[in-house]
Antibody, heavy 121, light 111 residues
Framework: EIQLVESGGGVVQSGGSLRLSCAASGFTFDDYAMHWVRQAPGKGLEWVSLISGDGGTTYYADSVEGRFTISRDNSKNSLYLQMGSLRTEDTALYYC??????????????WGQGTLVTVSS | QSALTQPASVSGSPGQSITISCTGTSSDVGAYKFVSWYQQHPGKAPKLLIYDVTNRPSGVSDRFSGSKSGNTASLTISGLQAEDEADYYCGSYRNTDTPGVFGTGTKVTVL
């Protein structure tokens, strides 16, 4: 059974930093691209970032480009999101999701339960 | 990075069929097979419902079906049930500076 377990969320002041983690199990982690997707309270899904299976290719949404960094440690089956220069509009539930191919966006067949990030002013 | 366009809400009575549209462009929905749909109940993570425009993952009811015409994809729910009341999102691969995009989301209400 595939499991994705996020951690690292919390309350942080505007301008601060936070590092999210996602522990993956139940599949060959380095065979698949991984994404972070967020959902602000009462709002829709927003794609944040993608990383290829080998970590060599990354993409970011314009809203986080230059402030967030996605990475992965395939030896630990873990995905990360380093978040900096946080803004109140970054407040959201952050989901770790698994793609179905090594590289690029196809669709998300597994989702974690999310970790909540709250940015206070 | 504009989102795909979905109606904000759709409603129907038990047993009826409803259709949710997802309108994109020739750079995403209109050009690729990587259109997917997700169901999200309140307080829960999204769940994959449809992939590659028309395919259902194992375990998803055949009351859910997907289609596409031009730049618009659609999700049809047949035999509407109370448990179908949820938010629904489409997603698509996109050949622009970002690799993909979600729809704006549709709230389905069972009357």
């Amino acid at each position: 059974e595939i499991q994705l377990v996020e951690s690292g969320g919390g309350v942080v002041q505007s301008g601060g930093s936070l590092r999210l983690s996602c522990a993956a199990s139940g599949f060959t982690f380095d065979d698949y691209a991984m994404h972070w997707v967020r959902q602000a309270p009462g709002k829709g899904l927003e794609w944040v970032s993608l990383i290829s299976g080998d970590g060599g290719t990354t993409y970011y949404a314009d809203s986080v480009e230059g402030r967030f960094t996605i990475s992965r440690d395939n030896s630990k089956n873990s995905l990360y999101l380093q978040m900096g220069s946080l803004r109140t509009e970054d407040t959201a539930l952050y989901y770790c999701t698994k793609d179905t191919r090594f590289f690029d966006w196809t669709y998300f067949d597994s989702w974690g339960q999310g970790t909540l990030v709250t940015v206070s002013s | 990075q504009s989102a795909l366009t979905q109606p904000a809400s759709v409603s129907g009575s038990p047993g009826q069929s409803i259709t949710i549209s997802c309108t994109g462009t020739s750079s995403d929905v209109g050009a690729y097979k990587f259109v997917s749909w997700y169901q999200q109940h309140p307080g829960k993570a999204p769940k994959l419902l449809i992939y590659d425009v028309t395919n259902r993952p194992s375990g998803v009811s055949d009351r859910f079906s997907g289609s596409k015409s031009g730049n618009t994809a659609s999700l049809t729910i047949s035999g509407l049930q109370a448990e179908d009341e949820a938010d629904y999102y489409c997603g698509s691969y996109r050949n622009t500076d970002t690799p993909g995009v979600f729809g704006t989301g549709t709230k389905v209400t069972v009357l």
